[in-house]
């Protein structure tokens, strides 16, 4: 259910100068109240709390401009990487009920960003990238089976090459023409 909330996390990074929020930031956030359900972790610590927490996640968005899988794995004594949702910036969010939306997949999330009292971005996020609305991109997926197969080799501390691994991956889903 955070796929829409990163992915309006990362378009309202784009319109930041130099991609950086103020500290004294305030993140809105609006979002159907069925995809708000399963994020029931406020301050996450560890790896798998961060996976079901919004502002977490949003944070990482708008901090990193990325937000993978192996951000979540456990890092030397801490459990969730740089941003907290806690930190600097006001998050503010509110599930939006009634009109039909209440769907997990049906809806927008809308994120604003204010600071010295004035709209510094905005978006709005009705289907995100992989959703059948929007599906994604060859790169998209290159870049998605890339990152799962990365914890994998980690996991299995050697085993095929990253590109061996792929090739068969991608030859027996048969979802996308394997690399050469």
Not at 20 to 44: E, M, N, Q, Y
Not at 55 to 68: E, M
Not at 129 to 148: L, V, W, Y
Request: glycine share 12%; proline share 9%.
């Amino acid at each position: 259910m955070n796929h829409r909330l990163i992915s309006a996390g990362f378009a309202a990074r784009d319109q930041l100068p130099g991609g950086v929020i103020p500290a004294d930031a305030t993140i809105h956030v609006k979002a159907p109240f069925g995809s708000l359900v399963p994020l029931r972790v406020d301050d996450p610590r560890t790896g798998l709390e961060a996976k079901f927490c919004g502002p977490y996640n949003i944070a990482a968005a708008l901090a990193q401009g990325r937000v993978r899988p192996g951000g979540f794995r456990r890092r030397g004594g801490d459990s969730t990487r740089d941003p907290r949702p806690d930190g600097p910036h006001r998050f503010v969010g509110r599930p939006a009920r009634g009109g039909g939306h209440d769907w997990p997949h049906h809806g927008a999330v809308r994120l604003t960003i204010e600071s010295g009292g004035r709209k510094i971005a905005f978006a709005e996020i009705e289907s995100y990238p992989g959703s059948p609305k929007r599906p994604a991109t060859e790169a998209e997926m290159n870049e998605k089976i890339d990152d799962c197969l990365s914890i994998y080799r980690r996991r299995s501390n050697g085993g095929p090459t990253l590109a061996e691994f792929r090739t068969d991956l991608r030859e027996r889903l048969g979802l996308l023409p394997a690399y050469v």
